[in-house]
């Protein structure tokens, strides 16, 4: 049918044919933009077709009431708006229109340093996911967040950011990588009975490594390489924690090519946390700041080439086996010679000592 204007009513009705064998119902009002196949001032009210639809979007819809869903055939551009109510997705999605594009959801305004913002970008940027939050003064934002896309693994970085509670529910795995404690130090805690720190290698040719580095092209004389430091409360009415062994290795020379090292052995005495104990040089000089005392001995009679001196042994493959279990008895031989009693192979003998 041809279009066909009703009137002698305000305002007037218009049945426009759409070409398809439908045709819609329209009301003109004077002064409204034209919509496609109507003239100025027509407006679409409704339609022979299943679904009502507008023609173009020259309509300007004031506080509409709408009652049920409102779908679009195509593309839907909104312009900036104001929700007065919450967002259901249900099972749909919001997403960007190309791989290049990005979009960005504001905890505030967009103004930089007002409230958080999570970035949301297409595949052509590394970067597929940023989390950003205000700096100390609110005045511009930094990222926190930074998942990275492109990979197989994706590439997840935490920066201008401290963890707190962070617990894990399965294997953190380092690759290689270095746990960084800047110029503090990294601590463990247990509540387990001798738990802590384990470490445990598979490998066939050897056991796992403990390493200490002293990352330092230039160190100073008699400077520390590494130590390792046992802490425990003494027991004063008041504890309080102190050191009761430490082993350190000292640079004892740096001079080039006849560089050595010396072992410190620090052990708890009479109350005393720092008392050297031992110290072993890279000669392989031990020297006790005391005395050695050894276990039971065996006696050289029982064992080819050892040597007793005095009630101490001499053990075999040319070592010296000390034991305390008999003291030296030296026998007087006029006013001031002295015999030491010497047992080899099972058989007592006499060194002579002249003064």
């Known amino acids: 049918m041809a279009d066909t204007t009703f009137l002698g009513i305000f305002p007037a009705l218009k049945a426009v044919d759409n ?30 077709a299943t679904t009502a639809a507008w023609q173009n979007t020259g309509v300007k819809l004031t506080a509409p009431d709408i009652q049920g869903v409102v779908t679009a055939a195509a593309a839907l551009t909104l312009p900036a708006f104001a929700m007065g109510g919450a967002l259901t997705m249900g099972n749909n999605r ?24 999570i970035s949301i970008r297409g595949s052509d940027t590394a970067n597929s996911i940023v989390i950003s939050t205000p700096d100390a003064a609110k005045t511009a934002s930094i990222a926190r967040l930074v998942i990275g896309g492109n990979a197989g693994e994706a590439v997840v970085t935490w920066q ?8 894990l529910g399965a294997a953190l795995t380092l690759d290689g990588k270095t746990f960084d404690a800047g110029a503090g130090s990294a601590r463990i805690d247990t509540t387990g009975s001798l738990a802590g720190l384990t470490i445990v290698g598979s490998h066939a040719d050897h ?8 990352d330092h092209t ?6 520390v390489v590494g130590r390792a430091i046992w802490f425990g409360y003494d027991h004063d009415a008041g504890p ?11 640079h004892s020379n740096i001079v080039d ?8 052995f620090y052990m708890m005495n009479a109350g005393a946390p720092d008392n050297l104990a031992m110290t072993l040089s890279g000669a392989g000089v031990l020297a006790p700041d005391h005395s050695i005392l050894f276990g039971l001995s ?42 030491l009693p010497v047992r080899i192979n099972g058989v007592n003998y006499k060194i002579l000592l002249k003064a």
């Not at 796992?208 to 580095?213: A, D, E, G, N, V």
């Not at 309080?240 to 000292?250: N, P």
């Not at 090519?257 to 410190?264: G, L, P, S």
């Open 207 to 214: 056991g796992p490594q403990l390493q200490l580095t002293q």
């Open 94 to 117: 919001i997403q960007g229109g190309l791989v290049s594009s990005s979009w960005n959801l504001y905890g505030s305004t967009s103004a930089a340093g007002s409230g958080a913002v």
């Open 257 to 264: 090519t006849t560089e050595q090292a010396t072992m410190y």
């Open 298 to 339: 065996q006696d050289s009679a029982l064992v080819a080439n050892e040597v007793s001196l005095g009630g101490f042994d001499i053990g075999g493959a040319r070592s010296l086996a000390i034991s305390q279990e008999n003291p030296v008895v030296v026998e007087a031989i006029g006013a001031s010679d002295r015999t």
């Open 160 to 167: 201008n950011s401290r963890h707190s509670g962070l617990k």
């Open 240 to 250: 309080a924690l102190q050191v009761y062994a430490q082993l350190q290795v000292i």
């Open 218 to 223: 230039t160190p100073a004389l008699n400077s």
């Open 19 to 48: 070409g398809d064998g439908t045709f819609s119902i329209a009301v003109t009002i004077p002064g409204m933009p034209p919509l496609t196949g109507m003239t100025a001032g027509e407006l679409l009210v409704a339609t022979s």
